[in-house]
């Protein structure tokens, strides 16, 4: 039973740049979260998602930020026009339901804007 | 955003029995307490939750107090493999607010 995956694990960007991250969950999992983790900082919540709805993205940056999980494929987080500030790990969870109590992490995408 | 609060680091000697403070004075009836585990620059990982009563699993313990307000993550024996930033969470609605957690350094 493979855990959540994520691709790349490191990613390079020059500014300006568009940075997709792809997050496929744990199999049976049908709701997705996104965590962006700063140097040094805990994970700051970005966005919740089920199959083809985003339930929640209170976390999310107004402008630049984007996430969908389309019914087939892998959840996506895509971040548009990218800046130095955008580096980050970016870690995905997934879970069963809404009422799960645990939350599968990913090993997280780490990108770099230079 | 985090409704809790720890201490920012601990030792523990290899061992022995690592205890882990948390704070959630601001917590509502039905909150659950979660402690999740970050080993390096890996993803969170699950130890435990609770809603009122102590509970305890393969990995570790958790004690919350009677009245709610505050909770005591135990490791039993800690191993250099448990350093960790260690993070008590306290659900709102879909969201886990991490905090900055506890770095915990187990010491041979």
């Known amino acids: 039973n493979a855990g959540v995956m994520q691709n790349p694990r490191h990613l390079v960007r020059r500014r300006g740049q568009e940075a997709r991250l792809r997050c496929s969950p744990m199999?049976?999992?049908?709701?997705v979260y996104w965590y962006r983790q700063l140097p040094e900082e805990g994970l700051k919540f970005m966005v919740y998602?089920?199959?083809?709805?985003?339930?929640?993205e209170s976390g999310m940056p107004k402008e630049r930020f984007s996430a969908e999980f389309p019914k087939e494929g892998p959840s996506i987080l895509r971040i548009q026009q990218v800046v130095r500030g955008d580096s980050a790990a970016y870690f995905c969870?997934?879970?069963?339901?809404?009422?799960?109590?645990?939350?599968?992490f990913g090993p997280g995408t780490r990108l770099t804007v230079t | 955003d985090a409704k809790t609060t720890q201490p920012p680091s601990m030792d523990c000697a290899e061992g022995r029995a690592a205890n882990l403070p948390c704070n959630h004075s601001?917590?509502?009836?039905?909150?659950?307490v979660y402690w999740y585990r970050q080993i390096h620059s890996q993803g969170p990982q699950y130890i435990i939750h609770?809603?009122?009563n102590n509970e305890t699993n393969e990995m570790a313990s958790l004690i919350i107090t009677e009245d709610r307000k505050s909770s005591t993550l135990i490791l039993p024996h800690a191993t250099l493999r448990d350093t960790a930033v260690y993070y008590c969470?306290?659900?709102?609605?879909?969201?886990?607010?991490f905090g900055t957690g506890t770095s915990l350094t187990v010491i041979p």
């Open positions: 969870a997934s879970s069963p339901g809404q009422g799960a109590h645990e939350q599968y």
């Open positions: 601001t917590i509502s009836g039905n909150e659950y």
């Open positions: 199999k049976g999992h049908s709701h």
């Open positions: 609770g809603l009122k």
């Open positions: 998602l089920q199959k083809e709805n985003i339930i929640d």
């Open positions: 969470i306290v659900r709102q609605d879909n969201q886990f607010y």
